[in-house]
Nanobody, 121 residues
Framework: QVQVEESGGGTVQSGESLRLSCAAS????????MDWYRQAPGKQRELAAS???????KYADDVKGRFAISIDAAKKTVYLQMNSLKPEDTAVYYC???????????????WGQGTLVTVST
C-alpha cells in the first residue's frame, strides 16, 4: 500500500505564491506518475499538473505559466509551485500517486486527503 501526505495549503492574497508538497511512503513500489488534482466549489475534479520520474510534465491550460511541478524521485516527493495565484485557483488540492507494487506487481492508485488553498481577492 501507498500512503500519501500533503502539506503547504493555506490562505493567501491574490498574486501571492504557495508551494504544495506531497510525499509517498509505504511498502516498496515504483512511481509511474505523481499528479496534482484540484476541485473547486461546485466544480468537478480536474488535473492541474502531472509529472513522471523522467521529468515529463503536463499542465492544465489555466495554470500554464503560473504553476510548476517538480519531483524528487529518490524521496518520492512531488512539489507544486503556484505563483500569481488567482481567486479562481481556490480549491482543495489532491495529490495522486500512480505506482506499481513491486511485491505483487499490481497497479496502485493512491490519493491524499487533500489540502485547501484559498486565494482572497
Amino acid at each position: 500500500q501507498v500512503q500519501v501526505e500533503e502539506s503547504g495549503g493555506g490562505t493567501v492574497q491574490s498574486g501571492e505564491s504557495l508551494r504544495l508538497s506531497c510525499a509517498a511512503s509505504g511498502s516498496r513500489f515504483s512511481i509511474n506518475s505523481m499528479d496534482w488534482y484540484r476541485q473547486a466549489p461546485g466544480k468537478q475534479r480536474e488535473l492541474a499538473a502531472s509529472i513522471t520520474p523522467h521529468g515529463d510534465t503536463k499542465y492544465a491550460d489555466d495554470v500554464k505559466g503560473r504553476f510548476a511541478i517538480s519531483i524528487d524521485a529518490a524521496k518520492k516527493t512531488v512539489y507544486l509551485q503556484m505563483n500569481s495565484l488567482k481567486p479562481e485557483d481556490t480549491a482543495v488540492y489532491y495529490c495522486n500517486v500512480d505506482a506499481t507494487d513491486l511485491y505483487s506487481a499490481r497497479a496502485l492508485d493512491a490519493w491524499g486527503q487533500g489540502t485547501l488553498v484559498t486565494v482572497s481577492t
